[in-house]
């Protein structure tokens, strides 16, 4: 009897990924169609995608296993999937800043400007400074990075969340 091969973490991580990244890439392009990219909900609108992405590819990968799957294999699944996401969607923001619609830089820079304004915190005098410093992180590569290192913290937290409730441990009984 052949016995079958383990179902590869990498793959069943990345093709989750692949899609999860496509589907942040819809709901962005679907609020820069709208005009609602810099509405201050339209930052939450990508948390649910996240969540139910690693949960479905931590089903994915456990399914492929043969229905069990350790903690730290779900962990693991959820991570990867969303670190491709996280890549994809990354890459996407930055052609969208850099190339598509490079006004958009311009555009955060004077939404960025008016909230500190609104908030007050800071005196007038060091407004500019403080706008300066502001705009030098929004360009579009750094961006693209500060992207793809939080969509892997944010992997992180998810993951560790619910891999408790995806894994599904191997049973002790071996059956005869």
Do not use: C, H
Not at 27 to 38: Q, T
Not at 61 to 75: H, N
Request: aromatic share 10%; net charge negative; charged share 15%.
């Amino acid at each position: 009897m052949e016995e079958q091969k383990p179902a590869s973490l990498l793959k069943s991580s990345l093709t989750s990924g692949i899609y999860i990244g496509v589907a942040l890439i819809l709901i962005s392009v679907i609020l820069y169609v709208a005009g609602l990219m810099f509405e201050t909900w339209a930052q939450y609108v990508s948390w649910p995608i996240l969540l139910g992405g690693a949960i479905w590819a931590q089903l994915a990968y456990r399914k492929s296993l043969g229905g069990e799957m350790t903690y730290g294999q779900a962990f693991g699944a959820g991570v990867l999937a969303l670190i491709f996401a996280s890549v994809l969607s990354s890459i996407y923001a930055y052609l969208l800043y850099a190339v598509i619609d490079p006004s958009l830089q311009e555009q955060l820079r004077i939404l960025t400007e008016q909230r500190i304004i609104e908030k007050g915190n800071v005196p007038e005098e060091q407004l500019d400074m403080v706008v300066e410093m502001a705009t030098k992180f929004q360009k579009p590569a750094i961006l693209a990075t500060f992207g793809i290192l939080g969509g892997a913290f944010i992997g992180l937290i998810i993951s560790l969340i619910t891999a408790i409730f995806t894994k599904k441990n191997p049973s002790d009984l071996v059956p005869e």
